[in-house]
């Protein structure tokens, strides 16, 4: 059983190019969740998402920042007209839906996200 | 709001030693606490998870206790290894239900020399 899977591993953008972050969740799983680790900060939630639903987006910025999971294929976190300050690394966890609250969060490898 | 924090940010100890590292919340309010490793450059590993109604876990070497009302948990390595080293991170849910949204503290860095 394959864990999260997180594509590319790393990536690198120059300032005001798109970066799009792609996560597989484990088979299985029907919830997805966004996190970023800026350097010397700690892990922030950025969005969670059911399948084709939006249902926390509380901590990712308003602008430029979007993220989907579509019915089919893997959840996407995209990142337009990225800065510098978007530099980190960008962490993706699933898990199954309904009766799965105290089961733990399974994480993928995270993409190293350098805007140069 | 929720605010975790940990302690010490940084731990250098001889292979063989036990240790203890601690966590704590502002809000006891929560739901679990998870206890997560992270090696560098990698993802993060999932080592433990306390239900709010449980006092502690144990897997293998590992040793988490929770203490809800006083808001701190601690996580003890018995007869650490090198392949211990790593950074260790606690987290925190506060809502019951599907929205498993953690807050985490900055972890602890952890280097055990052979």
């Known amino acids: 059983n394959a864990g999260v899977m997180q594509n590319p591993r790393h990536l690198v953008r120059r300032r005001g190019q798109e970066a799009r972050l792609r996560c597989s969740p484990m088979k299985g799983h029907s919830h997805v969740y966004w996190y970023r680790q800026l350097p010397e900060e700690g892990l922030k939630f950025m969005v969670y998402?059911?399948?084709?639903?939006?249902?926390?987006e509380s901590g990712m910025p308003k602008e430029r920042f979007s993220a989907e999971f579509p019915k089919e294929g893997p959840s996407i976190l995209r990142i337009q007209q990225v800065v510098r300050g978007d530099s980190a690394a960008y962490f993706c966890?699933?898990?199954?839906?309904?009766?799965?609250?105290?089961?733990?969060?399974?994480f993928g490898n995270g993409t190293r996200l350098t805007v140069t | 709001k929720q605010e975790v924090t940990q302690i010490p940010a940084a731990l250098s100890v001889p292979e063989g030693e036990n240790l203890v590292l601690n966590c704590s919340f502002t809000d006891s309010a929560i739901y679990n606490l998870q206890w997560f490793r992270q090696d560098p450059g990698k993802g993060l590993t999932s080592l433990l998870l306390?239900?709010?109604s449980q006092r502690e876990q144990t897997s293998g070497r590992l040793n988490a206790s929770l203490d809800k009302s006083s808001g701190r948990s601690t996580l003890y390595i018995a007869a650490s290894q090198p392949g211990d080293s790593a950074t260790y991170l606690c987290a925190v849910v506060l809502n019951a239900g599907n929205n498993r949204k953690l807050i985490w503290g900055l972890g602890t860095s952890l280097a055990v020399n052979p």
């Open positions: 966890a699933s898990s199954p839906g309904t009766g799965g609250e105290n089961s733990p969060l399974h």
């Open positions: 998402l059911q399948k084709e639903n939006i249902i926390d």
């Open positions: 306390i239900q709010s």
